[in-house]
T-cell receptor
Framework: SAVISQKPSRDICQRGTSLTIQCQVD?????MFWYRQQPGQSLTLIAT?????????ESGFVIDKFPISRPNLTFSTLTVSNMSPEDSSIYLC?????????????????FGAGTRLSVL | AQSVTQLGSHVSVSEGALVLLRCNYS??????LFWYVQYPNQGLQLLLK??????LVKGINGFEAEFKKSETSFHLTKPSAHMSDAAEYFC????????????FGAGTRLAVHP
């Protein structure tokens, strides 16, 4: 079964601070994705992170606000910078095995449990 | 542009009754289609997927879905609801073939009552 670990699982932060969320997967994957799920809503893709290249951001999301790192094929981080109460959401990491032969299939996304962020 | 529409933000059924959650997609080419389930305070779990081949796909927990190209639909069904099925269900689509961005529907909250 899929093992995609996110840390922290939840946090309460003060306005103006930053939080870095980690996503660790137990097998090498080509693509990692970061989503935001605002309260009571569906998921919105923030960015796609491929190892060895800059993250690709969706419309409405910018690198200064959501910097992403992808240092290797099993790990990524998302930072939520200069937080405001509007950033209170669940942030989810997902992976797609891509062309790599491993545990995760191509063209299918598997999700972590998410990070529940509240900003005061 | 690709989009996914889930009809009914809330569905309520009795235990043992048929579950039907509706999903329609809009895409210039047949997409890859997915159903995910989200239990309270958890991430998303893949229920089933359609990529190519057989249009009736079976997933976990007794769920199945049928891809109907003529109706641009991918409705999720389960013959007999169980209390443990109460959760949020999301339909999603991607174009596959290396273009892996998932477009999600708004979600349907399923309630199961005794």
């Amino acid at each position: 079964s899929a093992v995609i670990s996110q840390k922290p699982s939840r946090d309460i932060c003060q306005r103006g601070t930053s939080l870095t969320i980690q996503c660790q997967v137990d097998s090498q994957v080509t693509m990692m994705f970061w989503y935001r799920q605002q309260p009571g809503q569906s998921l919105t893709l923030i960015a796609t992170a491929n190892q060895g290249s800059e993250a690709t951001y969706e419309s409405g999301f910018v690198i200064d606000k959501f910097p992403i790192s992808r240092p290797n094929l099993t790990f990524s981080t998302l930072t939520v910078s200069n937080m405001s109460p509007e950033d209170s959401s669940i942030y989810l990491c997902s992976v797609d095995g891509g062309e790599l032969v491993g545990k995760y299939a191509k063209n299918i996304q598997y999700f972590g449990a998410g990070t529940r962020l509240s900003v005061l | 542009a690709q989009s996914v529409t889930q009809l009914g933000s809330h569905v309520s059924v009795s235990e043992g009754a048929l579950v039907l959650l509706r999903c329609n997609y809009s895409s210039s080419v047949p997409p890859y289609l997915f159903w995910y389930v989200q239990y309270p305070n958890q991430g998303l779990q893949l229920l089933l997927k359609y990529t190519t081949g057989a249009t009736l796909v079976k997933g976990i927990n007794g769920f199945e879905a049928e891809f109907k190209k003529s109706e641009t639909s991918f409705h999720l069904t389960k013959p007999s609801a169980h209390m443990s099925d109460a959760a949020e269900y999301f339909c999603a689509a991607s174009l596959g073939g290396g273009y892996n961005k998932l477009i999600f529907g708004a979600g349907t909250r399923l309630a199961v009552h005794p």
